[in-house]
Each structure stands twice: as structure tokens, then as C-alpha cells.
């Protein structure tokens, strides 16, 4: 940097009146083929980070992030379940030597040092080689902390039935419902389709007819038809009741949005 | 028109030096994937870091639709990811963002050291790194309970009775957390909401803003 008399600054500023050029660094006379960061290889790096944003795209359009029902105190039956990353902690925890009355060892002490290894890991492995051949202990340590916790992973996530626990815990929307006694439809449901969709449509041994996605034409086909595990000719009655049957439903169905 | 721009504000406040001191780093042979493909390992850093960008950009979309409170929170995520235009792919990218970073960064670290990466003179960007990694899952248990949906209440309080646990501090530990030494409740779900969005990922940055610099000061590791 230019010092001292005769220098000239903009203003009654600090900066130097003299421009610096612009001019990218010149790695030609670097060892290898050392290229530059901007913006030759950010360039490539792009590249990459767009085909990784892509596959990460098509994991979060093929999997819907997952939502249970809202939080419940008082339901002492649920079985906790931390992220998945957390499972090789929750599953050390059910060892005799890391519970009871050795929880103690369970939640500080062993998570401790292996964390404390991994965090002071530069001092403890302190030589100068630095190819893993070189540092066995330190290699050996990571191998053997790596496996273990692959394997309380593992075993802690082969025991849970995840598929059974999203199903039993789906989110349910709060959606009031009107039920207009009535109304002319109101018999027809009763008789027909209340020992199975529930007094409030709510379900029961049938699905919730609460937010259904169909036309008139498709409910009164089902009613007539069945459709899935519902028999054929659960309704019974004439067209006229048909009708006002479906008009029901789909009256109730709007209350709710 | 835009070099004007430029010149403009560099007389005034003279960039020039500042953006190449961040433009002008060199990529050596043995770290770029176009040379040697194993290189590819290298990546490993930089994709935690565009995660964390996702993480980042979503996390605030996000907080335009969560209200932390218990009577709201979880009907919001409800309603964001069943009423929002596009609600559930940026609910989708925080959530699977949120365990993608976790991998990222676990084969960053196993990157790291497998190479002795953090020998002299670099330990102490080794030990800014841990740091990053035990924020990275606080934040992934603060989060965690944010849907306030069962997994989540029943999983913090799990996490909390752990904390009480912790010989002398416990008590004081878990209610600095909950917010209360019994209840996990309304009082937890704010401070959860605090510590996810403000305290983490201001420590979050300050502790990247550390692991940049001083890869830029000792330059990247040789070739073994």
C-alpha cells in the first residue's frame, strides 16, 4: 500500500483517491493445475449443487414431511420416538449399564467422552502423521464410535413399526360439523349408513365422510355400489331418498370447510 | 451502466480491495473433482453449507405461517401444509433438509478426519466445526417439537426428563428449557421457538462466520 507524503484521499475521507485495478489473481505459475475460485470453479460447483438441490427436490416431492395429530397430553398410551438422529442416544439409555441406577453413565458419561473425544480429537491425536496408518488409536476409536453408533441406530429403528405408527397417529382436522336432524336426507343416513360412517360422519367402521373430495354422482354410486371393502346395496330406498341422502352428506361436508 | 455503478461506489468507499480478498482464493489440483473424481469427497463442506442455506431460506418462508403458541401451532402447520400454495414442499425441504444436514455434515466430519484434516495448524478449526455439529442438533431438538404434534410433545419430554437427570444443574437445566420444572407446556413451545430461530442460529453464524475465515486464512489442507 502506498504510504506516507503526497497521498490523496477522496474527500476529507480515508480512502485513497488512487484506484486499485480489478484484476482477478494469476494462478499460471501455481503448482498442479490450481484454477481459480471465482469464477471458474464456483461455476462447476454450481453444477453440482444443482444436481444435489434436484435429488433433493424429488426426496421432499416424494415424501410429504410427516404431521401427527396435534400434541396430547393426557394420551399416556403414545410411545415416545426421538428424530432419527437422536435413536442411538434413546437406545444406549435402555442398557443395564446406562439405566437405573446407572442412568448417570447412559446420559453424561459415556456420550461425554465420545464427544469429548470428537471435540478435542486434535490434541489427543497430536503426531504428525496424518494418513490413518499413521494414528491407529485415533482411527481405531472413530471406527469403533461410528459403528456403535450405526448400530444403536439400527437396532433402535428396527424395533419400530413406523409405518403402523404413522397410520395410527394421522392428523385429524378439527372440523366442526352441522348435523341438521332435519333435514330430509337425515332418515336415509340414519337407517343406511350411521351404524358404519358414525352419528357425525365422523367414521367408524367406514372411513369419515368429512371432507370428501366427491361429486354427487360418485356418492350416490358408492351408496348404491359399494366401493372398497363396502358391500354393494347398503342403501335401499328409492331415487327420490337417494337424492336427498347425497344432499345431506354434501350439505354437511360444506359446513365443515 | 453497472461498471458505472461500480466505479461510482469504489471511489467512494473503495471495494476493490474487500471483493478480491473474497473473489480470489485458488482451488489447488488435489481438491477439484474435475481432475481427480475422488475428489468429490471435498464437496462434502460446501453441500452442508448449501443446506443450511435451504435450512435458512425455508425456516424464515416458514415463520410467515407458524404461530408458536399451543392452541395455533400445530393447526398452522396443519394449515400450511394442506391449504398453502406450495406449503408442504417448503415444510418438506425444512424437514428433510433438517436430517440432510445432519448426513451432510457427519460425512464432512469423517472426511475431516479420516484425512487428519485437523492437524497442526488447524485445530482449532476442527473444534469450531464440533461446535457447529452440536448446534446443528440442538437445533434439530428444538425444531423437533415446533408441529407441536404427539411425536413431538412426547419426544421433548423425553429430552427434558434426560436433562433433569444431569446431577446438580438438572432441575435448574430443565426448567431453563421448559420453562417450568413440570410442565412442558405453552412456556416451552415459546422458548423452543426462541432458541430455535434466534439464540441457535446466532450461534449458528458466528461459528460459521469462524470456520470461513479460517479456511481462508490457512488455506485447504495438502494432499496426503
Known amino acids: 500500500m502506498h504510504k506516507g507524503k503526497g497521498m490523496k484521499f477522496v474527500g476529507d475521507s480515508r480512502i485513497s483517491a488512487e484506484r486499485k485495478p480489478n484484476i482477478p489473481k494469476d494462478y499460471s505459475e501455481y503448482p498442479g493445475r490450481t484454477e481459480a475460485f471465482w469464477p471458474n470453479f464456483l461455476l462447476k460447483e454450481w453444477l453440482a449443487g444443482a444436481v444435489f438441490l434436484v435429488g433433493f427436490l424429488c426426496l421432499t416431492l416424494a415424501h410429504p414431511s410427516p404431521l401427527e395429530g396435534m400434541a396430547d397430553p393426557t394420551d399416556a398410551a403414545y410411545i415416545p420416538l426421538p428424530d432419527w438422529y437422536f435413536l442411538f442416544l434413546y437406545e444406549l439409555l435402555k442398557y443395564e449399564f446406562a439405566s437405573g441406577d446407572w442412568t448417570l453413565m447412559g446420559i453424561l458419561i459415556l456420550p461425554g467422552i465420545a464427544f469429548g473425544a470428537l471435540l478435542l480429537a486434535p490434541f489427543l491425536d497430536n503426531g ?81 365422510l368429512v371432507g370428501l373430495d366427491l361429486s354427487a354422482e360418485e356418492i350416490a354410486d358408492i351408496a348404491v355400489n359399494g366401493i372398497g371393502s363396502m358391500p354393494p346395496d347398503q342403501f335401499q330406498g328409492s331415487d327420490e331418498e337417494l337424492e336427498q341422502l347425497v344432499d345431506f352428506i354434501i350439505t354437511v361436508n360444506e359446513s365443515a370447510e | 451502466m453497472l461498471q458505472k455503478i461500480y466505479d461510482w461506489i469504489d471511489d467512494r468507499i473503495d471495494i476493490t480491495p474487500i471483493w478480491r480478498d473474497i473473489a480470489d482464493h485458488e482451488v489447488p489440483e488435489h481438491v477439484n473433482p474435475a481432475h481427480h473424481f475422488s475428489a468429490f469427497v471435498y464437496c462434502f463442506g460446501g453441500l452442508t453449507f448449501f443446506v443450511v442455506v435451504i435450512q435458512i431460506l425455508s425456516g424464515m418462508f416458514l415463520t410467515m405461517y407458524y404461530v408458536p403458541d399451543i392452541e395455533n401451532a400445530w393447526q398452522s402447520v396443519y394449515y400450511l401444509q394442506t391449504e398453502v400454495a406450495h ?72 429430552g427434558l426428563e434426560i436433562a433433569e437427570q444431569v446431577p446438580f444443574i438438572g432441575m435448574q437445566l430443565k426448567t431453563l428449557l421448559a420453562g417450568d420444572a413440570t410442565i412442558v407446556g405453552a412456556q416451552t413451545l415459546t422458548r423452543f421457538f426462541a432458541i430455535h430461530v434466534f439464540f441457535l442460529p446466532a450461534a449458528l453464524f458466528a461459528l460459521l462466520a469462524v470456520h470461513f475465515i479460517l479456511i481462508r486464512r490457512q488455506g485447504i489442507s495438502g494432499p496426503l
Open chain 1, 128 to 208: 504428525p502423521g496424518r494418513r490413518p496408518h499413521q494414528r491407529p488409536v485415533a482411527v481405531g476409536m472413530m471406527l469403533l464410535g461410528l459403528v456403535s453408533v450405526i448400530w444403536l441406530t439400527y437396532t433402535s429403528a428396527a424395533h419400530v413399526d413406523w409405518e403402523g405408527r404413522a397410520e395410527a397417529n394421522k392428523p385429524v382436522p378439527t372440523a366442526e360439523v352441522d348435523i341438521d336432524t332435519e333435514h330430509p336426507g337425515y332418515a336415509s343416513y340414519e337407517n343406511s349408513c350411521l351404524a358404519c360412517h358414525g352419528a357425525e360422519l365422523e367414521g367408524g367402521a367406514g372411513p369419515s
Open chain 2, 87 to 158: 406449503g408442504q414442499i417448503v415444510r418438506g425441504m425444512h424437514h428433510w433438509g433438517a436430517s440432510v444436514v445432519i448426513v451432510m455434515l457427519l460425512l464432512h466430519t469423517l472426511r475431516v478426519f479420516f484425512q487428519g484434516a485437523y492437524k497442526k495448524p488447524r485445530e482449532l478449526n476442527w473444534v469450531v466445526g464440533v461446535l457447529i455439529f452440536f448446534v446443528m442438533l440442538g437445533l434439530g431438538f428444538t425444531g423437533y417439537l415446533l408441529p407441536w404434534d404427539n411425536k413431538a410433545y412426547f419426544a421433548t419430554q423425553v
